[in-house]
């Protein structure tokens, strides 16, 4: 669970598990099981467990849980499929095994792809436009997809799941074909490399393996590679029949849904699976206390230092959890945070952070700090340790608490308002025992006293639980004795929970009908409205504003100080410090970015319509009258240094780098012009918080702004607010729009080495010269679509991916902007890099295929559908509609645009985008970029 953790820093926590994407189809295929008259006989009904906040749970009679999200207010479904089977349930010689199955779920079952005439898992996800992925963890195994509402979709997704729940073939040959040599395998080890590449990301997972003798919360879900390689299919397949079962899965179901007939519906398809015969004994090892301080050095190429201090911890489900959720926060949060103001402020560090993971059983936490290479490591160490382990003569404060709550509330909120991630954090619930976890820790956390916390940090965060980067021995124990897991059955028996969360309106995401709900109008200095009212579950708004300013000749050498303003707009107004702004935010439950650069600043606000007024005078405020505290300047500055300096070793960002400068058609100076990785570390550190200052005062004016809403919201009151904040504020510098331009290269071939990384990056990239009103510029798009672009069903993927075995990640992108001829093509693939040779010449080969031979009828067939029903998905996104509204105003677009694209679309025919391919896109003009370590390569 860790819910404050999970909330706020999931980003940190992912667990390697396959990313997948979007593409079409449409099968639907009753599944068979070997018990012919389990098919026939009458179905006992399912059983109502509970009901809670809105969410109820049913029970099949072989087991199997149904938990229902009933959200009518988005035209979409989420199905998530939880088994409670992850690395903690490996044996020797099976590390990283339920992650590889993992895997393997997405290639044909017995029903889906292997039957003729049916398609393979991938393919159905694909065909529905869904955002979808499977991830493996500590304790379980999950498969969510989010896709548009319609008989027919939930249909094949249901089928689909329960088909490969006990008919998926695990294959030797999708696992590792000797004949061939290629397999699924070699996309995991890719896997496995791409994170061995990461040093601090290594770093904190040998902490985490000193601190565990025993439990397989020490081993990486990844697997050792040695176990990736030689993986025994009989025991891989023997651990897929025991624990993708009914009675070990719950099964998920959120969305705009008809409750009766969705049960009746799962109790058709899995209610027919019989209940196992086996037992699963629950695993039983425990983790010794630990006894003394560990410690653990890695030595690995990299751009900044890393100090780490990981503790062992209280399971999930019990409720020091909650407590040390807090204490987290208080600790770590900037700029309030104990560690940031004693690391950061200071200057011993760039950033600090808190991983923590979700676990049924005893738990593990680690705090790190980011350290300079020029910076004294022992130092940064020293004072991180002091914060840590001296809380008990520094108590925690009442206000600390506060504080710290409120941004759980807020966190919290923003995950009841959104029925689809809920439907997927609520994994992580089910991991650490039970999905009503969450709403338990949530109602713990407002109990929470500064008697709690403080007992807690005194508990867990002290030497002798601690494992750091050095080995100091002690003369005297200290041991902490981590408790149990609690009894969850008893612990969730007869919740009720809170008030559900109120429901909005069935909104048409059509372009057609937002374009028939938008009302646009000018405040009297020209800045343009977008409006679109409508309501939504727990009556959430979303609202962009962008600011343009400038012009080519008045931001010429100031493309740093503009990014530089931009980063301070929130560290501080006239009125208010920075952590008064935070805590304002907080306290409206708004969810706020600003962000920029010289050319002008995007402002993004999501919190609830009693909320919204408060939320954008704030963010007025902060806009039009930042202090620009010369601390914070400095501090930012070490950050922004910090974060180049960290990716200049990585080939990802080194190829990025030299992609953007390879089409670069600026000079010098320039305000788009790009600058080596050096250069910008230089340029950095010359910005004075004077030229900030001067830079806010000359460009900053809501003349050329756009803004708009989305959700739910007084439109009248809005328009009279914005026009009251925003209707006299004009800049001193005129705006006047930048062109773009994209160098015409063609052929060109870049090696840049990175050493030591067990992970390249590859960049195929060819300039297309139209912008997206041109009319091949559809079918540019669905080639691209097919080429590329649909993910795991694409050529590239098809052939590098999943035929080859070469790459984790590999796939194509077009870029076609609005308003200049100067859009681009580009394709990308990760691999080791003794295969890079092999991926650039598979990566030709397909290119040049595809221009030669086409695509067929069918392929354009999926790839329209695909493409519609993933654009149909994006539009129920309330903040990404926003943006582009927004967007739209600037170049006085309207969703018309939107509607006739798709028209266009889906009037191709197959001759048309093969004629586009070759039109535009010449085999022999595509330049490459080649970054990793080449001293493998050359091997």
């Not at 300039?767 to 795991?792: F, R, S």
């Amino acid at each position: 669970m860790k819910l404050i953790t999970l909330l706020m820093l999931s980003a940190g926590i992912l667990t390697p598990g396959l990313t997948l994407a979007t593409t079409p189809i449409e099968t639907t295929t009753a599944i068979s099981t070997s018990n012919s008259k389990q098919s026939t006989k009458q179905l006992a009904a399912p059983v109502k467990v509970t009901t809670v906040e809105g969410i109820t749970e049913y029970k099949l009679a072989n087991g199997m849980r149904v938990v229902l999200f009933p959200d009518a207010s988005k035209p979409t479904l989420t199905t998530n499929l939880v088994y409670m089977v992850g690395s903690r349930h490996e044996n020797y010689g099976e590390t990283g095994m339920a992650h590889l199955l993992e895997h393997l779920l997405f290639k044909p079952s017995a029903n889906f792809g292997i039957k003729k005439g049916t398609k393979s898992p991938v393919e159905v996800l694909n065909a529905t436009g869904a955002e979808f992925n499977g991830t493996t963890w500590y304790d379980r195994t999950n498969y969510y997809a989010t896709f548009p509402a319609n008989e027919d979709n939930l249909k094949q997704m249901l089928a689909m799941e329960a088909d490969r729940m006990i008919n998926a073939a695990i294959d030797q040959n999708d696992l590792w074909n000797p004949k061939t040599q290629k397999g699924e395998m070699t996309v995991v080890r890719n896997e496995f490399e791409i994170g061995e590449s990461d040093p601090i990301g290594v770093t904190t997972e040998r902490i985490q393996a000193v601190a565990y003798d025993w439990h397989n919360y020490g081993k990486s879900t990844i697997g050792a590679r040695s176990d990736i390689e030689q993986v025994n299919i009989p025991r891989l397949r023997a651990f897929y029949k025991k624990y993708y079962q009914p009675d070990n899965a719950i099964l998920m179901i959120a969305g705009k849904f008809d409750d009766a007939k969705i049960l009746k519906q799962v109790n058709e398809l899995f209610g027919r699976i019989p209940k196992p015969n086996r037992v699963i004994d629950p695993t039983y090892t425990t983790e010794p206390t630990q006894d003394g301080e560990r410690s653990v050095t890695v030595r690995r190429t990299g751009g900044t230092q890393f100090v780490g201090a990981g503790y062992h911890m209280a399971p999930s489900a019990h409720i020091d959890s909650a407590a040390l959720g807090l204490l987290a926060n208080i600790l770590t949060s900037a700029p309030s945070g104990r560690l940031h103001k004693a690391l950061v402020e200071t200057k011993l560090a760039t950033a600090v952070n808190y991983n923590t993971v979700s676990n049924l059983e005893p738990s593990y936490g680690i705090f790190g700090a980011i350290v300079p290479k020029e910076n004294n490591l022992d130092a940064a160490q020293e004072a991180l340790l002091k914060v840590l382990e001296n809380l008990k003569t520094a108590p925690i404060t009442q206000e600390e608490l506060d504080r710290a709550k409120q941004a759980a509330r807020k966190q919290i909120q923003l995950a009841l308002n959104d029925t689809a991630q809920l439907t997927i954090a609520l994994t992580e619930s089910m991991a650490a025992g039970d999905w009503r976890l969450f709403f338990i820790e949530r109602d713990q956390i407002e109990k929470m006293t500064v008697k709690d916390v403080q007992a807690a940090a005194e508990k867990y965060l002290k030497a002798t639980n601690r494992t750091l980067g050095r080995f100091i021995p002690t003369d005297t124990a200290d041991r902490t004795e981590v408790p149990s897991t609690p009894d969850i059955l008893k612990l969730v028996k007869d919740y009720k929970g809170q008030a559900v969360v109120e429901q909005g309106e069935a909104f048409d995401p059509s372009p057609a009908n937002i374009e028939k709900r938008t009302q646009r109008s000018n405040l009297s200095n020209g800045m343009k409205l977008a409006l679109l009212p409508k309501k939504t579950k727990g009556a959430t708004v979303s609202v962009s504003l962008r600011l343009r300013m400038g012009s080519e000749a008045s931001l010429q050498g100031k493309a740093e100080i503009g990014q530089f303003t931009a980063s301070l707009l929130n560290k501080g107004t006239d009125r208010l410090s920075r952590q008064e702004i935070k805590d304002s935010f907080d306290k409206l439950n708004a969810q706020v970015t600003i962000g920029g650069n010289a050319e002008g600043i995007t402002a993004n606000i999501t919190t609830t319509r009693d909320k919204l007024a408060a939320a954008i005078d704030l963010l007025a405020e902060v806009l039009k009258k930042p202090s620009f505290p010369s601390s914070e300047f400095e501090e930012l500055k070490l950050a922004i240094v910090g974060r180049i300096e960290q990716s200049i070793p990585e080939p990802q960002a080194q190829a990025s780098n030299a992609m953007a400068r390879l089409t670069d058609a600026t000079p010098a100076g320039h305000v788009l012009h790009v600058n080596t990785l050096p250069e910008q570390v230089l340029a950095a550190k010359t910005v004075k918080l004077e030229d900030v200052k001067a830079f806010h005062q000359q460009y900053f004016g809501a003349d050329s702004a756009s803004f708009s809403a989305v959700g739910d919201f007084d439109p009248t009151s809005l328009k009279a607010q914005l026009a009251s904040l925003f209707g006299d504020w004009k800049a001193k510098q005129t705006y006047t729009r930048i062109a773009r331009q994209i160098k015409a290269v063609a052929g060109e071939k870049l090696v840049l080495n990175t050493p030591d990384k067990a992970s390249s990056f590859l960049l195929a990239i060819h300039p297309v010269a139209i912008k997206d009103d041109a009319e091949v510029h559809p079918a540019l798009l669905m080639a691209n679509h097919m080429l590329g672009g649909g993910a795991l069903r694409s050529r590239l993927a098809d052939r590098i991916r999943q035929k080859e075995g070469l790459s984790y990640g590999v796939g194509s992108f077009l870029n076609v902007p609005s308003q200049d001829p100067s859009g681009m093509w580009a394709a990308y693939a990760l691999s080791a890099p003794q295969n890079t040779a092999k991926v650039e010449a598979a990566l030709r080969e397909e290119v040049q295929k595809a221009v030669t031979e086409g695509f067929t009828e069918a392929e354009l067939i999926e790839a329209k559908k695909g493409w519609k029903q993933a654009e149909e998905v994006g539009r129920t996104q309330d903040a990404s509609l926003a943006a582009q509204l927004s967007n739209y105003l600037a170049i006085n677009r309207t969703m018309k645009f939107d509607q006739d694209f798709e028209a266009k679309v889906a009037a191709l025919t197959v001759a048309q985008v093969n004629q586009a391919l070759r039109q535009l896109i010449k085999p022999e003009n595509i330049s490459v970029i080649n970054a990793g370590d080449q001293a493998k390569i050359s091997k």
